[in-house]
């Protein structure tokens, strides 16, 4: 009987959490500009912008705050200002210079950036694990109180609208800059759907695979005409994104087809119909004729032991959304450029470059990758 201690076969830190704020260019180049030693676990990170306020909540082994309270710290201070305290763990916050948005698992609080804060509205939400939520200058978008549906609250008058996004459990959603479309995903993970916050009108459907993935991140570039996708496949895909306000959008007659992203960016007449004239036959299914993405490219995604020790059974890591670290995150740095970074023990960024090659076709590329974590 081998009666030894399991061997720890990936000592050192291990990275909870990850995340770019609203201006993600000092990324370039993406090197350590400061770090705070809490000597303690946290689990959610988030920046505002550039200013110096990071929203704070307790994670891992050894958390360094309570998992349900919202520590709102001033590093130019070296202090927390505000404090936020709920009855159950908080899965994710999101700031603006305006507002706090805080999602726990069956409900949403928003409440005015002041100090002392003030709560002006709580939502109630189906099951929302994965603490999503998407704070734009204008909208706030979030799981309804129903499978598959979110809720769109204008921030300045209250307004609620619902859109029956899908049939099954949401697992991403994004929001563009310009706040005008919407992206959402599922727990199925095939499609991408576009919907229009203006009147909630879905705009587009975008075909990730045929095969059921788990999305890990959406991103939609600085000037809202492409829009990127992570899942647990290790692809990265690269769509077109049709725009409500863009008038080569309005003006096709096939609004939300292939045709119609066609003439939004792409010189190639079937970049984005993977079945070619498959996709003009009626009847077939409608797999053949959906919107593909004009490229892809493999990322990383290292898969990390359970936090119980190598070959001990999965246990989600405590304050964790999801319960695992995460992977894939998506951010823009331009028009041309995504950055792609996971947490875990073995974090690390890796850099994508889109272009045209000699021969008209669009691409995408690495040109650069790094561990961030200290061995």
């Not at 099951?127 to 998407?134: K, P, R, V």
């Not at 895909?237 to 939300?256: A, C, E, T, V």
Request: charged fraction near 20%.
């Amino acid at each position: 009987m081998n009666t030894r201690q399991a061997i720890d076969e990936s000592p050192g830190p291990i990275s909870l959490s990850v995340a770019f704020n609203q201006d993600i260019f000092n990324t370039e180049p993406c090197e350590l500009k400061v770090s705070r030693d809490f000597n303690a676990g946290i689990a959610v990170a988030e920046m505002l912008g550039r200013a110096n306020y990071i929203a704070l909540v307790g994670g891992g082994k050894q958390p360094k705050f309570p998992q349900n309270k919202v520590i709102i710290w001033d590093d130019a201070k070296q202090k927390a200002v505000i404090t936020l305290e709920f009855r159950t763990q908080v899965h994710r916050v999101r700031l603006s210079r305006s507002r706090i948005v805080v999602a726990l698992q069956n409900s949403i609080h928003m409440y005015a950036f002041s100090s002392p804060p003030e709560k002006l509205s709580v939502f109630e939400t189906a099951d929302n694990l994965n603490g999503l939520c998407c704070l734009g200058t204008k909208v706030v978008a979030f799981p309804g109180n129903a499978t598959g549906r979110v809720q769109l609250v204008e921030i300045d008058t209250g307004n609620v609208s619902i859109i029956p996004a899908h049939g099954s459990p949401l697992r991403a959603m994004e929001l563009s800059p310009d706040g005008q479309v919407l992206a959402t995903a599922s727990e199925t993970g095939t499609l991408i759907r576009i919907f229009a916050t203006s009147n909630c009108a879905r705009i587009a459907e975008l075909r990730r695979g045929v095969d059921q993935a788990t999305i890990y991140s959406i991103g939609i570039s600085p000037d809202n005409t492409l829009l990127a996708v992570t899942s647990d496949k290790s692809t990265l895909h690269i769509f077109d994104l049709p725009h409500p306000l863009r008038d080569d959008y309005n003006n096709s007659s096939q609004i939300g087809t292939a045709s119609s992203i066609h003439s939004i960016g792409s010189n190639d007449e079937t970049s984005n119909q993977k079945w070619g004239i498959l996709g003009k036959i009626p009847l077939l299914p409608r797999f053949f004729s959906d919107i593909y993405s004009f490229t892809s490219a493999h990322f990383e995604t290292v898969d990390d032991p359970s936090i119980g020790g190598v070959g001990a059974p999965y246990v989600p890591i405590p304050g964790v959304p999801g319960g695992k670290a995460a992977k894939g995150i998506i951010g823009w740095l331009n028009e041309y450029t995504i950055m792609v970074i996971g947490a875990g023990r073995d974090g690390r960024w890796e850099r994508f470059i889109v272009g045209t090659a000699d021969d008209g076709k669009r691409h995408c590329i690495r040109n650069g990758w790094k561990r961030y974590l200290g061995s």
